[in-house]
């Protein structure tokens, strides 16, 4: 089908990535942007472009009831844009966003008809000085994630001054190669000629591999954006390498392109993220001239390369206290509440469960205490804490003073109770 449930304790690690991409993001300065799931559809088909493979072959799209031409967003990018060209925030406006995305795609490992991106976009500037900022957020967090084997490539789309003249010589490179190109593009390539560029299909990858390169068509300005960009990664140690093919597969992109790919997956579907600047896309969709910048990052291909490479192992939280309760359920029902109520992670059994069952799920749980009411501690006022991970004897804490002897005095360590 193409879609996927992600059940707990996987679920973790996406909540995990999730939170340290949004404290990097704020950080950086960013703050969270939610969009609706879906628009106007002419939003993507003008801000993505109608000859993008995205809008043709891949976007759903359908009437709505009013007979409205609505999309499922098929990428973050043009509905942020859109919200920005409705709310005018102050610029430099700067959003990060997690969001599913919907594209009608052959499904395959990597590839799916529902993924979720971590992104940011910036609006409203063209300092080459953000281009470099925004793809060392993604390097970074990259790094942090313990990857090792993603690569970053990046090059320059110029822009509506410059590309003219090297979309000419593409063209006409294009028509000398016309039957060396794949089917789709042999009568296509007219429409898009960047999109041959793009083609992962071998006929079309070999026809191209002398093409024209936009690098050496890029006018004062774009050179002069695109050497300030590396000077800034090179001085960031950013590694990367120039690919002057790297043209993206949606329309919208101007000067800086980039994309991150992992080696260790299959090469088809090794894009762990990428992005770009898109100066045009503010105004096609209705808005005031405004440069904009980001990247989108796909978590479930980031977790397949976690997973190739060995690292961000899966982590799933455990809780500070299991409440055992052998006396009916009252005491583990007030007991666990009172625990949560300060701060604690606490879980118990339900359904009068035995004491051994009852001691069995404290273990499976990961607790690291058990706090234990048997007939003799709530005749006494008291409970046992028994510790379950490591040595140590079981106490007897009378019940009044058991939070206090969990979180320890206020500011104090937590005995007892893994931190
Ligand atoms: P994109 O390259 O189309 O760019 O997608 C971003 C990332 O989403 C890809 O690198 C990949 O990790 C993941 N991805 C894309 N399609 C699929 C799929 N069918 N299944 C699984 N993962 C997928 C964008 O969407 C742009 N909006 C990025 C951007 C932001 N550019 C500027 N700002």
Redesign the pocket.
């Known amino acids: 089908m193409g879609t996927h449930d992600v059940l707990w304790p996987d679920s973790a690690r996406w909540e995990a990535l999730i939170a340290e991409f949004a404290r990097r993001a704020q950080h950086a300065g960013f703050g969270l942007v939610l969009n609706p799931m879906f628009e106007d559809a002419a939003v993507f088909t003008r801000g993505i472009g109608d000859e993008s493979d995205?809008v043709r072959k891949e976007m759903y799209e359908f009437e709505d009831r009013g007979g409205r031409a609505v999309a499922l967003r098929?990428?973050?990018?043009?509905s942020v844009v859109r919200a920005f060209v409705q709310h005018r925030p102050p610029v430099p406006w700067r959003a990060w966003y997690v969001t599913p995305?919907f594209?009608y795609?052959r499904p395959q490992a990597?590839?799916?008809?529902q993924?979720h991106?971590l992104?940011?976009?910036v609006l409203g500037t063209d300092d080459p000085d953000v281009d470099v900022e925004v793809i060392v957020l993604a390097a970074d967090f990259y790094r942090w994630l313990g990857l090792r084997r993603v690569e970053l490539a990046v090059n320059s789309m110029g822009c509506a001054r410059c590309r003219p003249a090297y979309l000419a010589a593409l063209g006409h490179y294009l028509e000398e190669h016309r039957q060396e190109l794949c089917d789709e593009h042999r009568d296509r390539y007219t429409a898009n000629p960047l999109r041959v560029l793009d083609c992962k299909r071998a006929p079309c990858r070999a026809a191209t591999e002398h093409a024209p390169r936009i690098t050496d068509f890029l006018d004062e300005a774009c050179a002069a954006h695109l050497a300030r960009v590396r000077g800034g990664l090179e001085a960031l140690d950013v590694a990367y390498r120039m690919d002057p093919r790297l043209v993206?597969?949606?329309d919208y992109?101007t000067r800086t392109t980039f994309?991150?790919a992992a080696t260790s997956l299959t090469a088809a579907?090794n894009?762990?993220?990428?992005?770009?600047r898109?100066d045009g896309l503010a105004e096609a969709i209705g808005g005031p001239p405004s440069p904009?910048?980001?990247?989108?990052?796909?978590i479930?291909?980031?977790l397949l390369a976690c997973d190739a490479e060995g690292v961000f192992p899966l982590d799933a939280p455990v809780p500070d206290v299991f409440v055992v309760d052998v006396t009916g359920g009252e005491a583990a029902r007030d007991v666990t509440a009172e625990l949560r109520r300060a701060g604690l992670g606490a879980v118990r059994a339900y359904d009068g469960r035995s004491l051994k069952a009852q001691l069995k799920a404290a273990d499976r749980s990961g607790a690291s205490v058990a706090v234990i009411v048997g007939p003799e501690e709530l005749a006494a006022g008291t409970v046992t804490l028994r510790p379950m991970r490591g040595p140590g004897p079981q106490e007897a804490v009378p019940r009044a003073g058991l939070v206090e002897r969990l979180t320890g005095p206020a500011g104090g360590p937590r005995e007892g109770v893994r931190t």
């Open positions: 995205v098929p990428e973050g990018t043009a995305a594209r795609e990597g590839r799916y008809k993924h991106q992104g940011v976009e993206r597969g949606l992109y994309e991150f579907q894009a762990v993220g990428g992005g770009g898109y904009g910048i980001g990247f989108g990052i796909g479930e291909r980031l």
